[in-house]
């Protein structure tokens, strides 16, 4: 008898789940007819809020610009014909990482709309692509140092005639013709401009376009974001979940490592590892994750010490099922908290100004249940 | 309870030795030793004269011997149980005695020199600002709890996460350029604490003298203190708006909200008595922070506004590797830090009788 069945009418929960954490699929719930899955019922919860749908506009638009942004912005033409000759400068100085993002994003995209394939085969496929896509891309060689005005000069010489002018026959420049780095070293006389005269936003102190630096930057801004939180939030999980599992010394200790790691100086240790390593952004996204895990931790291990004192596992105690009772609620309650907080998690990222009720329905379903 | 605070106080002590050991291997294992910032003034010297100036700044501030013994060291000088070290370096009697930070390598000056200096600063900008954070906030999350869902609400819970989203360093350096800068509206000074021409002379009051109307003292630093509050008040609104806002909506609508309201208890009494009393356990997990967060100066504002405070001192302490300071700065505010989570604990156990520690 699996020790489900036993905490089953002594706590009067639901059908619980058998392996909870494989098979999430088994919460759905019936929706308008139509079977939803928890998590898609979780999204659409939340994204009921127009606070919330907002949010997760404006980080689409930024993933957007971020993805495409060397489409969007830069100084290297989509496709040119010049002397009777066809060249795809674009093409030349797309680096790796801008190859692996929109191959990946195209995948992504593609199965999304493959409603065929059950998700866990469209996890496989789109993880498989990513592995052959990421050595593959290395392969791309990127010229060093790219001359951003070669094209202007071109369109000059053209425009300007003579014997040995070359000879343009088309030129397709992308929508925002500057490169982030293209400091416009023709045309010193741009340098730190307002708005205006094709630089949407002006442009900085060396001449560069502001709009341009900000489309790339996104892409910066959002890698950060999504990699430091992802690792403090599963650095943070897995200690959290431990120390309120087990309790006791591991508690203990635990409680004292999140309080070294709160007192650390983080500033002081990315200084170090600038030092150490150069300006290396990646190095600074695993920086931020590994000191900001401390917060995860605590709820986590917050919400495992309820969930130890609550009535189902007591009583389980109580009919003897010390040893095994244990292991089987923690890793229930593992999944349930880490849902509940996702459910936590999401609604204060994504719409901090929505909390009216304590929690969104689905969490206040979650409690009552 | 007592058990329970003593265990406790008791606890922190390992864990202050580990955050500074952590600390201390960091300070040890980077780059470029000590501060060359301690030697700029030997650039031009023979490197003999270099090497020899050198080796006296190593073995004056015990560098020269390995890290462990650097490290229990610096642990016996900051103790307040431990040995007697005379001035030769040599351990004396064991013993009670004071507790010494140091000596900062850049500036030759004692650490506790440095901190007395800095930390009235901090401590009158926190003073006056997490005030009027926690007593905005408060007030501002009981009212719109209480009218949810109407215009105040909506209204103030937008424009608090508007002003929560600007970025610090943009407000400070747009109030210095139109509100302080002399090219325009000049209503306040742009930087510093007080009036450096007139400073020691200044009456404390304002007064009428014989040259004229006198600020004074008090409206001086008053008048220096506007804009660095504002930069560092806008932003702590919105988080505690909204925790004592969810907080007291989710009691108001509980049951022995509605059986008082039925006793026809004054709904004042509901709100401040029931209500809000049952919604403090969120507000002590913040609260707390107040302590550590005394001691910590913003540093983007001190450097925008030219106050040299402790985020200043931190920052400076860090880039020139003055290790002394910055391990002394870290293990304050760690215990400070420590304490106040102790302090929330028991500040649960008092809010909230269900909550015991036996």
């Given at each position: 008898?699996?020790?489900?069945?036993?905490?089953?009418?002594?706590?009067?929960?639901?059908?619980?789940?058998?392996?909870?954490?494989?098979?999430?699929?088994?919460?759905?719930?019936?929706?308008?007819?139509?079977?939803?899955?928890?998590?898609?019922?979780?999204?659409?919860?939340?994204?009921?809020?127009?606070?919330?749908?907002?949010?997760?506009?404006?980080?689409?638009?930024?993933?957007?610009?971020?993805?495409?942004?060397?489409?969007?912005?830069?100084?290297?033409?989509?496709?040119?014909?010049?002397?009777?000759?066809?060249?795809y400068p674009l093409l030349r100085f797309l680096t790796p990482t801008d190859i692996t993002l929109l191959v990946l994003t195209f995948t992504g995209v593609v199965l999304y709309f493959i409603k065929r394939l059950s998700s866990g085969k469209r996890v496989m496929i789109f993880l498989a692509v990513m592995v052959v896509t990421i050595p593959l891309s290395m392969f791309k060689k990127t010229?060093?140092?790219?001359?951003?005005?070669?094209?202007?000069?071109?369109?000059?010489?053209?425009?300007?005639?003579?014997?040995?002018?070359?000879?343009?026959?088309?030129?397709?420049?992308?929508?925002?013709?500057?490169?982030?780095?293209?400091?416009?070293?023709?045309?010193?006389?741009?340098?730190?401009?307002?708005?205006?005269?094709?630089?949407?936003?002006?442009?900085?102190?060396?001449?560069?376009?502001?709009?341009?630096?900000?489309?790339?930057?996104?892409?910066?801004?959002?890698?950060?974001?999504?990699?430091?939180?992802?690792?403090?939030?599963?650095?943070?999980?897995?200690?959290?979940?431990?120390?309120?599992?087990?309790?006791?010394?591991?508690?203990?200790?635990?409680?004292?490592?999140?309080?070294?790691?709160?007192?650390?100086?983080?500033?002081?240790?990315?200084?170090?590892?600038?030092?150490?390593?150069?300006?290396?952004?990646?190095?600074?996204?695993?920086?931020?994750?590994?000191?900001?895990?401390?917060?995860?931790?605590?709820?986590?291990?917050?919400?495992?010490?309820?969930?130890?004192?609550?009535?189902?596992?007591?009583?389980?105690?109580?009919?003897?099922?010390?040893?095994?009772?244990?292991?089987?609620?923690?890793?229930?309650?593992?999944?349930?908290?880490?849902?509940?907080?996702?459910?936590?998690?999401?609604?204060?990222?994504?719409?901090?100004?929505?909390?009216?009720?304590?929690?969104?329905?689905?969490?206040?379903?979650?409690?009552?249940? | 309870?007592?058990?329970?605070?003593?265990?406790?106080?008791?606890?922190?002590?390992?864990?202050?030795?580990?955050?500074?050991?952590?600390?201390?291997?960091?300070?040890?294992?980077?780059?470029?030793?000590?501060?060359?910032?301690?030697?700029?003034?030997?650039?031009?010297?023979?490197?003999?004269?270099?090497?020899?100036?050198?080796?006296?700044?190593?073995?004056?501030?015990?560098?020269?011997?390995?890290?462990?013994?650097?490290?229990?060291?610096?642990?016996?000088?900051?103790?307040?149980?431990?040995?007697?070290?005379?001035?030769?370096?040599?351990?004396?009697?064991?013993?009670?005695?004071?507790?010494?930070?140091?000596?900062?390598?850049?500036?030759?000056?004692?650490?506790?020199?440095?901190?007395?200096?800095?930390?009235?600063?901090?401590?009158?900008?926190?003073?006056?600002?997490?005030?009027?954070?926690?007593?905005?906030?408060?007030?501002?999350?009981?009212?719109?709890?209480?009218?949810?869902?109407?215009?105040?609400?909506?209204?103030?819970?937008?424009?608090?996460?508007?002003?929560?989203?600007v970025p610090t360093i943009v407000t400070g350096v747009m109030l210095v350029g139109l509100l302080a800068s002399n090219d325009y509206l000049r209503w306040f000074p742009t930087n510093g604490l007080h009036d450096v021409q007139s400073s020691g002379s200044m009456p404390f009051f304002p007064s009428y003298g014989p040259d004229g109307w006198e600020r004074g003292w008090l409206l001086d630093?008053?008048?220096?203190?506007?804009?660095?509050?504002?930069?560092?008040?806008?932003?702590?609104?919105?988080?505690?708006?909204?925790?004592?806002?969810?907080?007291?909506?989710?009691?108001?609508?509980?049951?022995?909200?509605?059986?008082?309201?039925?006793?026809?208890?004054?709904?004042?009494?509901?709100?401040?008595?029931?209500?809000?009393?049952?919604?403090?356990?969120?507000?002590?997990?913040?609260?707390?922070?107040?302590?550590?967060?005394?001691?910590?100066?913003?540093?983007?504002?001190?450097?925008?506004?030219?106050?040299?405070?402790?985020?200043?001192?931190?920052?400076?302490?860090?880039?020139?590797?003055?290790?002394?300071?910055?391990?002394?700065?870290?293990?304050?505010?760690?215990?400070?830090?420590?304490?106040?989570?102790?302090?929330?604990?028991?500040?649960?156990?008092?809010?909230?009788?269900?909550?015991?520690?036996?």
């Open positions: 008898m699996s020790n489900a069945a036993i905490n089953n009418p002594l706590e009067g929960e639901p059908p619980l789940p058998e392996p909870p954490e494989s098979q999430p699929q088994q919460e759905a719930v019936l929706w308008k007819g139509k079977a939803r899955s928890w998590v898609r019922q979780l999204i659409g919860e939340t994204l009921s809020r127009w606070g919330a749908r907002l949010g997760a506009i404006w980080i689409g638009l930024l993933a957007f610009v971020g993805i495409f942004a060397p489409l969007i912005a830069s100084s290297h033409p989509y496709i040119m014909k010049v002397d009777g000759e066809v060249s010229p060093l140092i790219p001359n951003h005005r070669q094209y202007r000069d071109l369109e000059q010489a053209a425009a300007l005639g003579g014997a040995d002018a070359p000879k343009i026959d088309y030129i397709i420049r992308a929508p925002l013709p500057y490169s982030p780095e293209d400091y416009l070293r023709d045309r010193p006389e741009t340098r730190l401009k307002p708005p205006g005269g094709g630089h949407l936003l002006g442009t900085e102190i060396n001449g560069a376009d502001i709009l341009s630096r900000m489309m790339h930057a996104s892409r910066t801004a959002l890698a950060i974001g999504f990699v430091s939180t992802g690792i403090a939030v599963v650095i943070g999980v897995t200690l959290g979940g431990l120390m309120g599992y087990f309790a006791k010394a591991v508690d203990m200790l635990g409680m004292r490592l999140v309080e070294i790691f709160e007192a650390i100086p983080s500033l002081f240790l990315i200084l170090t590892f600038v030092a150490f390593f150069g300006h290396n952004i990646i190095m600074i996204m695993v920086i931020l994750g590994v000191t900001s895990w401390t917060g995860y931790a605590r709820f986590i291990r917050a919400e495992f010490l309820k969930l130890r004192q609550q009535d189902f596992v007591v009583a389980a105690q109580a009919c003897g099922l010390r040893s095994f009772s244990r292991p089987h609620s923690a890793s229930w309650a593992l999944a349930r908290s880490a849902s509940r907080v996702g459910v936590r998690c999401w609604n204060r990222r994504a719409a901090p100004a929505e909390n009216s009720t304590g929690g969104s329905p689905c969490s206040r379903a979650l409690r009552s249940s | 309870m007592a058990t329970y605070v003593l265990r406790r106080l008791i606890l922190i002590i390992p864990t202050l030795i580990g955050m500074t050991i952590v600390t201390f291997t960091i300070m040890a294992i980077s780059p470029g030793g000590i501060s060359p910032m301690v030697f700029n003034d030997t650039t031009g010297l023979d490197p003999k004269l270099r090497k020899a100036i050198e080796n006296y700044v190593k073995q004056r501030y015990g560098l020269d011997q390995p890290y462990p013994v650097q490290y229990l060291r610096w642990l016996n000088n900051i103790s307040p149980v431990g040995f007697e070290v005379d001035s030769e370096g040599k351990l004396g009697s064991f013993g009670v005695k004071a507790p010494d930070l140091g000596r900062s390598f850049m500036r030759d000056e004692p650490v506790s020199a440095l901190i007395g200096r800095a930390l009235p600063i901090t401590l009158t900008l926190n003073l006056i600002t997490i005030p009027i954070i926690y007593a905005l906030s408060i007030t501002l999350g009981i009212y719109s709890a209480k009218h949810h869902g109407k215009t105040l609400d909506v209204v103030t819970g937008t424009s608090l996460i508007a002003l929560w989203s630093s008053l008048w220096h203190l506007v804009l660095p509050t504002i930069c560092l008040s806008y932003t702590g609104f919105a988080y505690l708006t909204k925790l004592t806002r969810s907080a007291v909506l989710e009691n108001l609508s509980s049951d022995f909200v509605r059986t008082a309201r039925a006793k026809g208890v004054g709904p004042r009494h509901v709100l401040f008595r029931h209500v809000f009393r049952n919604s403090l356990i969120p507000l002590i997990t913040v609260a707390a922070h107040i302590l550590p967060g005394l001691l910590a100066g913003s540093i983007i504002v001190e450097y925008i506004f030219g106050i040299d405070g402790m985020g200043k001192l931190f920052i400076e302490a860090i880039r020139g590797r003055d290790r002394e300071v910055v391990l002394s700065i870290a293990c304050i505010g760690g215990m400070l830090g420590l304490l106040s989570y102790l302090i929330a604990d028991v500040g649960y156990a008092i809010a909230d009788p269900r909550v015991s520690y036996e």
